[in-house]
């Protein structure tokens, strides 16, 4: 090998071990934005998993109950929360929430007409607050009825066909209008049905003027829409007024306190529930009955977030 070819195969060899030492060092800093970029989307997954909300609510279909936890759900998912409600009847509602299967209900009429659901659940159950102040259950007729009590039914069971039209079979309207008839003895048969079966039985029976008597509760739409009358308890078969609490499972103020929180601040009048329950008699879809309701309260709904 000529001088000349040496000099030129001594600088080639000198550049390709620059050109190596590049590659070698693109490479280390290549390896290392990758690794900082997967930490950060890994530790990106991990706040928004911290940072998810969710919330399972539990309700029985009643008109005022369905009213309360639509609104709920609309007021949680403007707080950040991703909701779920699931409907049942009385008692697995308390069942699901002894077993947490539910964080919480809007729907617990207390302390009568679901006495024997709390007294079996209540003890693995947290009361959290009273949402709904006065609310009364008790045999409902048209104003059009001529009789006034409870005691006066034995006389006129031809006039009501000896039936009593009720809901749904595990609601506690239901066994304790069982213990009004043992208490009164009456010779009627109490019929199951359902919220919105019974409504359409006295709306019919209402637009034909017949006789009819019904479970029924106080807030209901029927009551706007129609002219009805509280047949008298003077035996107090069906005792003082209940209230409406928010029940949640145990351990559920420690495991998410924001929402322990809100669930707490909720409560309001007949009025507002009223108002939501009259559009879902009218046809209006459950969620926009509560949205509406929102629209018009937005205070209240900042004030059970916690904004103000």
Same mark, same amino acid.
């Given at each position: 090998?000529?001088?000349?070819?040496?000099?030129?195969?001594?600088?080639?060899?000198?550049?390709?071990?620059?050109?190596?030492?590049?590659?070698?060092?693109?490479?280390?800093?290549?390896?290392?934005?990758?690794?900082?970029?997967?930490?950060?989307?890994?530790?990106?997954?991990?706040?928004?998993?911290?940072?998810?909300?969710?919330?399972?609510?539990?309700?029985?279909?009643?008109?005022?109950?369905?009213?309360?936890?639509?609104?709920?759900?609309?007021?949680?998912?403007?707080?950040?929360?991703?909701?779920?409600?699931?409907?049942?009847?009385?008692?697995?509602?308390?069942?699901?929430?002894?077993?947490?299967?539910?964080?919480?209900?809007?729907?617990?009429?207390?302390?009568?007409?679901?006495?024997?659901?709390?007294?079996?659940?209540?003890?693995?159950?947290?009361?959290?607050?009273?949402?709904?102040?006065?609310?009364?259950?008790?045999?409902?007729?048209?104003?059009?009825?001529?009789?006034?009590?409870?005691?006066?039914?034995?006389?006129?069971?031809?006039?009501?066909?000896?039936?009593?039209?009720?809901?749904?079979?595990?609601?506690?309207?239901?066994?304790?209008?069982?213990?009004?008839?043992?208490?009164?003895?009456?010779?009627? =048969?109490?019929?199951? *049905?359902?919220?919105?079966?019974? !409504? $359409?039985?006295?709306?019919?029976?209402? %637009?034909?003027?017949? &006789? #009819?008597?019904?479970?029924?509760?106080?807030?209901?739409?029927?009551?706007?829409?129609?002219?009805?009358?509280?047949?008298?308890?003077?035996?107090?078969?069906?005792?003082?007024?209940?209230?409406?609490?928010?029940?949640?499972?145990?351990?559920?103020?420690?495991?998410?306190?924001?929402?322990?929180?809100?669930?707490?601040?909720?409560?309001?009048?007949? =009025?507002?529930?009223? *108002?939501?329950?009259?559009?879902? !008699? $009218?046809?209006?879809?459950?969620?926009? %009955?509560?949205?509406? &309701? #929102?629209?018009?309260?937005?205070?209240?709904?900042?004030?059970?977030?916690?904004?103000?």
């Amino acid at each position: 090998m000529e001088f000349t070819d040496l000099m030129v195969f001594i600088i080639y060899s000198k550049r390709c071990d620059k050109m190596k030492r590049g590659i070698k060092a693109l490479t280390v800093i290549l390896m290392l934005a990758m690794l900082i970029m997967v930490s950060g989307c890994t530790d990106q997954g991990t706040d928004e998993a911290i940072d998810k909300k969710e919330a399972t609510i539990g309700y029985v279909l009643w008109d005022g109950e369905i009213a309360s936890t639509n609104v709920m759900k609309l007021v949680l998912e403007e707080a950040g929360y991703d909701v779920e409600i699931i409907s049942v009847d009385a008692g697995p509602l308390y069942q699901g929430l002894a077993d947490g299967r539910f964080d919480f209900t809007t729907s617990a009429w207390l302390p009568q007409t679901q006495e024997n659901y709390w007294e079996t659940y209540g003890d693995d159950i947290d009361s959290v607050a009273v949402n709904l102040e006065d609310c009364r259950i008790g045999l409902v007729v048209p104003t059009y009825v001529t009789i006034d009590s409870i005691d006066e039914l034995n006389d006129n069971k031809e006039q009501f066909n000896g039936e009593i039209i009720g809901i749904d079979p595990g609601a506690g309207i239901m066994s304790t209008t069982e213990n009004a008839i043992d208490n009164y003895g009456l010779d009627y =048969e109490l019929v199951a *049905s359902s919220g919105a079966g019974m !409504a $359409a039985e006295l709306q019919n029976s209402v %637009a034909d003027e017949e &006789w #009819i008597v019904v479970t029924l509760w106080t807030p209901h739409w029927a009551f706007n829409r129609f002219d009805l009358k509280y047949l008298e308890d003077p035996n107090g078969a069906y005792g003082e007024a209940d209230h409406v609490e928010t029940l949640a499972r145990k351990g559920l103020a420690e495991d998410d306190p924001e929402l322990y929180e809100i669930i707490s601040r909720f409560q309001w009048t007949h =009025e507002d529930i009223q *108002s939501v329950m009259t559009d879902l !008699a $009218a046809g209006v879809p459950e969620e926009e %009955a509560a949205q509406n &309701w #929102i629209d018009a309260n937005p205070e209240k709904v900042s004030e059970w977030i916690g904004e103000n």
